[in-house]
């Protein structure tokens, strides 16, 4: 059998993971805004833009029958 995750630890890797975008994010568009704030603006909107769209994707997906097994 498969070791699966807690739900508290895939929760924690999921805050994590997203802290990880949002600072990369940050970095990365700092230079072309000229300002943290905005660059941290448009990290948090790419991240929840993000996160918005990964859950309807998969709510979608999971609609569909195809590839499913059992």
Do not use: Y
């Amino acid at each position: 059998m498969a070791d699966l995750d807690s739900t508290r630890r895939t929760l924690a890797k999921c805050i994590t993971w997203q802290l990880l975008g949002i600072v990369t994010m940050t970095i990365l568009s700092l230079p072309h805004t000229g300002s943290l704030l905005s660059a941290l603006g448009l990290a948090v909107s790419a991240s929840a833009t993000g996160f918005v769209c990964f859950f309807l994707h998969e709510k979608i997906w999971n609609r569909v029958l195809w590839g499913r097994q059992g």
